[in-house]
Structures are given as C-alpha cells and as structure tokens.
C-alpha cells in the first residue's frame, strides 16, 4: 500500500497557521509546516497539495520553487492584483481570502483523504551510456511483472527515446509534446488513458519529430497523476537537468546513480553527484560492470560518498534483446531482474513502514 502525502503549509504567519492547522482538522487531515521556501523545498514537490500564506508568496516566487499543480495561495484579505498575477504566472491555481473562503479551504484539504499515492523511483546516469535508461525500463518491466500499476516516464530529451526500448515508438498515444501543448492542465484519469500502454505499464516518451522541450508543469502534471492511479513510478532523469527533471527529482521518494565501474565514469558522476545534492541530499548508487581496472565497487561508492545498493555484472544479451524491440528484464531473469526486484522490494517496503507508522 503506499504511502499517503500530507499537504504543505508554507507561513511564518502565526495567525494565518492557527486557521490553517484549524481547517485542517475540520478537513480530517494533518499538515507539514515549513515557516519560508527553504524550508519548504524538500517537501514541496512530494506534497499533495500546498497552500503557501501570503506572507511567503514574494519569497517563494524569488525563491523559484519549482512549478507543480495542486498550489494555492492563502492570506488575510485582499491580495494585490501585481502578486496575483505573478502568483498566476507561477502556476498558482487559486487564491483564497480567509475567512470568506474557509469552507472552500477545509474541502480542499480534506480531498487529500483516502487518496493512494503511488511511489517515485528516479534513474540518473553517472557519465553517457552509463545505462540508466536500461535501469529504468527494467525497473518499469519488474514491477508490471509483478502486477504493479506502472507508470515509466522518459524525462531525457536528448536520449534515444525509452518507447525504442520496448518497440512502441509507433505505438498509439500522447507524447510530451501534446502535454506541454495543454501547459499541464490536464485530467489524471484521461492523462493515463491516452498514453501509450500494454497491460499495467504506462508509458510516456518524445516525439522525434518535436520540439524536445519539456515545461515543467507538463511533469508536475503527469506524476500528480501517476501518484494518484498507479503503484510505481519510474523516471529516467537527464544529467544535465532542466526545470521537468528538477522537479522530478525533488518529487522522487528514491533516486539512484548508476555509474560504470571506470575512473573516467566515476569522476564524471562526482559531477552529477554534486548537482543532484543542489536539490535533495538521499542518493543511492548501482556500480555497473566491467571493471577493466580492476575499480572496486566499494571503491567507487566510497569515494563519491554514497550507499551502495547494487552492482550489476554484463549481460550482452539485453542490449541484443533492446536492438529488436524486447525491453530489459522481460523474462525476470539475469542480474539485472533481481536487482529491479530488491530496488521494488525496498521501495514498497519504506511506503509499508510509513503506512504502519
């Protein structure tokens, strides 16, 4: 079962939190509280909604938190029209005016209630060709096999395209583009019933004919959605991160390294290490073989100061198995199928723990 999302309160206003805490409980739901945008921004894109006080709005919009759904803005009287806009322009849906809009802010919270929120595993590749897209299809492939609503999301725009991988690229259904077409307003249910899909895999990917752009609130948009009606969410995340992969990465509940075992691959994901740290602290690594220096996993870990989850020894057939269509991990079979099924096991099982808790 995963995890439920709290929403997040942004204010240092200790009267507007009283009234927020208060239609939070008329709403049926606890809050996180986080008194200015630093705060805030280890939670901001994992919440399941967030309401910002009008005290914070100037510093989150200097602080460029990054673009989501599901934000509103609540003050004490009137909001000046030049904020409101800005707010707007943000990607602020609603702002609301305490106390003619209590009623209004107490539903908001309690739709949060018995909503199942499905959990987010990022892939980042240490150098190019490090493997992360192999990581993340086989991530998505395991999960289905393991009847996991499944939702893989190919956030690299300038890789060779993650529908390859499974022979979908003329398969039926949206792209990015139409989603970033629609500035992210967008129903969830019909979202994932218009994407490319087999079975409980899901699966949204370029055009190679567009625009390689990917606004942000375009992801925002599609994971809102995939924690709302799937189990898993994969995402394959660029290294050079745009403002999409940022928010995805903030957003993921685990994210993992994957890094060739070679001292040119390991001081490139020193690199990437160190931008990823810009945004959340938890980092996982997989060491991936050959080691044609004899470079120990371990080795590689220790230096670039990061638990170890996995290695992963060659396996020539998957990349065969790719040149025709048939994705990673297909069969459950190989070293590559059982570390997709320990990640899984240890990603489901953090969201039973918070459940119990």
Not at 52 to 66: F, H, Y
Not at 84 to 97: L, M, P, Q, S
Not at 219 to 241: E, F
Request: proline share 7%.
């Amino acid at each position: 079962m995963p995890a439920a999302r709290l929403p997040l309160v942004v204010t240092a206003d200790p009267d507007l939190l009283d009234d927020l805490l208060r239609l939070a409980a008329a709403g049926g739901t606890k809050v996180d509280v986080a008194a200015d945008p630093a705060a805030a921004r280890p939670k901001y894109g994992a919440a399941s909604l967030v309401i910002i006080g009008a005290d914070q709005l100037e510093a989150c919009l200097r602080a460029r938190l990054p673009r989501r759904s599901r934000v509103a803005v609540v003050g004490h009287g009137e909001i000046a029209e030049p904020m409101w806009e800005a707010a707007n322009a943000h990607g602020v849906e609603h702002i609301a005016e305490l106390p003619t809009a209590e009623s209004w802010v107490v539903d908001r919270f309690a739709e949060q209630l018995d909503q199942p929120v499905g959990r987010v595993l990022a892939v980042i590749g240490g150098r190019g060709g490090a493997g992360a897209s192999t990581l993340a299809a086989g991530l998505a492939m395991t999960a289905t096999r393991d009847r996991r609503r499944t939702l893989l999301l190919d956030a690299d725009a300038l890789g060779g395209g993650l529908d390859m991988m499974f022979g979908w690229e003329r398969k039926d259904g949206l792209r990015w583009s139409a989603l970033a077409e629609a500035g992210g307003r967008v129903d969830p249910p019909s979202l994932l019933g218009a994407l490319p899909c087999d079975g409980d895999l899901v699966l949204l990917s370029f055009d190679r004919d567009a625009s390689p752009s990917l606004p942000a609130e375009a992801m925002a948009a599609t994971i809102d959605a995939g924690r709302r009606a799937r189990d898993v969410i994969v995402v394959d995340l660029p290294r050079r991160l745009d403002d999409a992969g940022a928010l995805a990465l903030e957003c993921a509940d685990q994210v993992v390294l994957i890094v060739p075992a070679e001292v040119r691959a390991s001081a490139a994901a020193a690199r990437v290490a160190g931008m990823v740290r810009a945004h959340r602290r938890d980092l996982s690594l997989v060491v991936r073989g050959p080691a044609p220096g004899r470079l120990r996993a371990r080795d590689i870990a220790s230096a670039l100061g990061l638990p170890l989850i996995g290695t992963l020894r060659p396996e020539p057939a998957i990349s065969q198995r790719i040149e025709h269509g048939l994705p990673p991990a297909a069969d459950g079979k190989g070293p590559l199928a059982r570390l997709c099924r320990r990640m899984l096991a240890d990603l489901l099982r953090d969201a039973a723990v918070a459940v119990a808790a």
